[in-house]
């Protein structure tokens, strides 16, 4: 559906302090719907590194096609822990992501939990511009704030017996009903890279996205960007990165290993089993367009799958 029938208007609360929920305050950001309803689609956190965004954006990072409008983008996602569909800003409510920690483990030089804005602070952020293109078919270009994972791998100091990075979201079925429901799925959500994909440049460890802190249903407080590869690749709400010398397994590779592999590189020539990846359809607009290999972005990471084809 176009967003004109959703949405009228997009406009911040006024600014007497916003919402309180779960112990944090949010600026909502709402959207007008057709019976005139407002409703806030888009909560966004204080924190205690909130005054960090917006971050310089990288000027590196071109798009072929226009930014996403952030209600599009906000009230269109994926989070299977919430909802399988896509209006998971409507049960995110119950997640609280302060406080919140990272634990750092396996093959580094020291195993480690951190704070969330203790690990923010210690690295540099920025905003890049990417195109995000999910293994669905449908594809949208977002600005995100983060640090290059390759600055984040490199401050943990890996032993060089790590061969790949293993992260996990937050195992909370009182905050997400499909881990209390879809019980026979592989909770919780794991993702994983090589060592050479998590050390490319595009690689980010995300806080932001719209020059300011993610809200919950982007997969706050910190997520993955793998632009090349399928959305489902950018796991969500990570509380564990893994250091380690065997390939991880993945949620999607878990549930349905004949449909979703451990690289899910963006490919037109490789279909889905049950769908073409030819062309994709950009959300808030539905024009189509052809997908590219490695959506795009080949000239940075071919040469990783040179040898393997
Ligand atoms: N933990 C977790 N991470 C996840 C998902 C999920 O269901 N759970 N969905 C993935 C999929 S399929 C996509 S396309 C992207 C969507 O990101 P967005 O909602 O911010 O656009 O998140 C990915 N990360
Ligand atoms: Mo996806």
Request: aromatic share 14%; charged share 25%; hydrophobic share 35%.
């Amino acid at each position: 559906m176009g967003r004109r029938r959703f949405l009228r208007d997009l406009g911040y609360m006024s600014a007497a302090g916003g919402i309180f929920l779960s112990g944090l305050e949010f600026n909502g950001i709402f959207g007008v719907f057709e019976d005139g309803r407002k409703e806030d689609v888009i909560k966004v956190p204080k924190t205690p590194t909130s005054h960090l965004y917006p971050a310089r954006r990288n000027p590196g990072f071109k798009l072929d096609r226009p930014l996403t409008d952030e209600l599009v983008a906000g009230k269109y996602n994926n989070f299977y822990e919430f909802s399988t569909g896509k209006s998971v800003w409507k049960h995110v409510d119950k997640m609280q992501i302060r406080p919140w920690t990272v634990e750092v483990a396996g093959l580094v030089a020291k195993p480690r939990t951190y704070d969330i804005d203790e690990l923010v602070r210690m690295m540099r952020l920025e905003e890049r511009l990417y195109r995000l293109r999910c293994v669905e078919a449908w594809a949208m270009a977002v600005p995100w704030t983060g640090f290059p994972m390759r600055d984040f791998v490199k401050l943990m100091n890996p032993l060089s017996s790590a061969k790949y990075i293993r992260m996990q979201t937050f195992m909370k079925p009182e905050w997400a009903p499909s881990q209390r429901l879809r019980f026979w799925q592989p909770w919780p959500y794991e993702e994983g890279l090589t060592m050479a994909e998590a050390t490319n440049e595009l690689t980010m460890l995300v806080t932001g996205i719209y020059g300011h802190e993610l809200p919950r249903q982007h997969g706050a407080p910190l997520r993955l960007i793998t632009p090349w590869k399928y959305g489902f690749k950018s796991i969500k709400s990570i509380v564990r990165i893994e250091f380690t010398d065997r390939q991880p397994a993945t949620f999607w590779n878990t549930a349905a290993p004949d449909e979703y592999d451990f690289f899910a590189n963006v490919n037109p020539n490789i279909p889905h089993p049950r769908w073409s990846q030819k062309t994709e359809k950009i959300i808030g607009t539905d024009e189509e367009r052809q997908t590219i290999l490695y959506n795009g972005y080949g000239e940075y990471v071919s040469d990783i799958y040179k040898k393997a084809g």
